[in-house]
């Protein structure tokens, strides 16, 4: 970054040249544009939030109005989730633990990379993570919370058809799970097209983006200190 550049304008800068290497389907182009950017100073969280997070929104616009194919969609997809699986070996790690975490999709949702990023940033800022990945059956969350004695729970879903397995879970994660209590926090497409919560998802905080998501659980893990 030059001495005069603007942080605003190099991050839009760097976001333009990611989203265009997606779209490209050139993965060697992404993971350079990322590379320089760090090399610069840019923190690896920025571009989680500013880059991976915005272009990615952008991709999913770019489908849902027909410029761009799913074919393409899967394709920006792949090249987030290699480029954040070469960045995640880089990042700097909090060594105060702030407690465990189990983050996942439901069952039947298919969109991971938004969950990743979640895990990732978690893990970074201190969370013990076990990240589940997507499309987890019901029996084998809770049996992770359980397993792993989390006190958070992270559930990211896409598609708004999916919401009532997000209600199923929560309802057997209220009954089945008595001796752990994992707080709940909700996020992913289909959390930000609601206004309110649905009552039976009553005590769940939902992050609209990854930065609420790192404000949210901070917050939860001073009050369980």
């Not at 059956?137 to 004695?149: N, R, S, T």
């Not at 006190?151 to 990211?156: A, E, F, N, P, Y």
């Not at 998802?201 to 609420?212: F, I, P, Q, S």
Request: aromatic share 6%.
């Amino acid at each position: 970054m030059t001495s005069w550049e603007d942080p605003t304008t190099r991050i839009l800068s760097v976001r333009k040249a990611y989203l265009d290497a997606l779209l490209a389907g050139n993965r060697k182009m992404a993971l350079q544009v990322v590379r320089n950017a760090k090399e610069e100073g840019i923190p690896i969280l920025d571009l989680y939030v500013d880059v991976f997070q915005e272009a990615m929104y952008e991709v999913g616009r770019l489908w849902e109005a027909n410029v761009i194919t799913v074919a393409d969609e899967h394709m920006a997809t792949a090249i987030t989730q290699y480029v954040l699986s070469v960045l995640y070996p880089e990042m700097d790690f909090q060594s105060e633990s702030k407690g465990r975490a189990v983050i996942t999709g439901v069952q039947g949702e298919l969109h991971q990379v938004g969950a990743n990023m979640v895990a990732d940033v978690l893990e970074s800022d201190g969370w013990n993570v076990r990240f589940l990945g997507t499309n987890v059956p019901q029996d084998g969350v809770l049996e992770a919370i359980v397993d792993h004695k989390a006190g958070l729970l992270g559930v990211s879903v896409t598609m708004f058809f999916h919401l009532p397995h997000v209600i199923e879970l929560i309802r057997r994660l209220k009954t089945e799970v008595s001796d752990i209590r994992p707080r709940v926090i909700l996020g992913g497409a289909a959390f930000r097209m609601l206004s309110s919560l649905p009552p039976e998802l009553d005590g769940c905080a939902v992050a609209k983006d990854l930065r609420e998501a790192l404000q949210t659980t901070r917050s939860i893990a001073c009050a369980a200190g």
